[in-house]
């Protein structure tokens, strides 16, 4: 099931890759790729065994038409998956703090991806032909924390990633889509119409922590993603619906196949 809000049309393919596209044509994914997302070895809840077949939302969307690309952090960075959207004159937007040297996984150099790659900062704002404005914003576990250790170690510490916050369409309809992070006071600032809402814990932000979270945000509207992936993001997407729900906020879920 396709998202439709105000102009736009959003997609979760799984992971953190979402496709959001305009009324006008204009296309943004966040975090492009990973356990099989857009390759179809992994399928929505509901969607069958992903071993016996690939789930058509791995062919659905038109491939290589992203005008922009997004990527948050290091955990997130998939070449191929950029490759796999991006269309011939994209801009990609990646976190200065992205380095493939630093990532166990066989991914192409940031500098070596054959597109137009812009680098950005924990606090920066990039303006993109098509879209607007694109904001980061630091995310990050918190050291003392819900999802730190004991000792205050952390999966993202600050300096790690970021979020995005972007505009995309002729209505210039607000995105924000925090990436792996805690639910920051700072988060609650953001004026977003969509907030694509991480809520899979373990080293991020949990549903009730997201649906807080979006009731201090109060955007026109939630869609869930980044969960249930892998076993260590598993999540109840309906109870985090509920909670978001009696906050007087719309929310939608993306799980099944359109």
Not at 33 to 38: K, P
Not at 148 to 164: C, I, M, N
Not at 173 to 191: C, K, R
Request: proline residues 7%.
């Amino acid at each position: 099931m396709t998202v439709r809000h105000d102009d736009l049309r959003v997609t979760w393919y799984g992971y953190a890759t979402a496709r959001v596209e305009s009324a006008d044509g204009t296309v943004v994914y966040t975090d492009p790729g990973r356990y099989g997302v857009l390759s179809g070895e992994w399928t929505p809840p509901g969607g069958g065994n992903p071993k016996e077949a690939a789930h058509p939302r791995a062919t659905d969307h038109r491939p290589m038409d992203a005008d922009l690309v997004v990527v948050t952090h290091d955990h997130h960075y998939d070449s191929e998956g950029i490759e796999r959207v991006a269309a011939d004159d994209a801009t990609v937007v990646v976190y200065e703090g992205v380095d493939a040297a630093n990532i166990d996984r066989d991914v192409k150099p940031v500098d070596d991806l054959p597109f137009d790659v812009v680098r950005i900062g924990e606090e920066d704002h990039v303006a993109v032909d098509g879209v607007g404005d694109v904001w980061s914003v630091p995310a990050y576990n918190e050291p003392d924390g819900p999802h730190a250790d004991a000792d205050g170690s952390v999966t993202h510490p600050k300096g790690f990633g970021v979020g995005y916050r972007f505009t995309v369409g002729a209505n210039g309809t607000s995105v924000f889509w925090p990436g792996d992070s805690d639910a920051l006071d700072a988060f609650a600032e953001i004026d977003a119409s969509l907030f694509l809402a991480n809520i899979s814990g373990s080293v991020c932000m949990s549903a009730p922590e997201a649906a807080d979270l979006a009731g201090r945000m109060d955007p026109d509207l939630v869609v869930p993603i980044h969960y249930n992936t892998q076993a260590f993001l598993a999540a109840d997407s309906a109870a985090f619906a509920s909670d978001v729900a009696k906050r007087s906020i719309p929310v939608a879920l993306d799980e099944s196949a359109e």
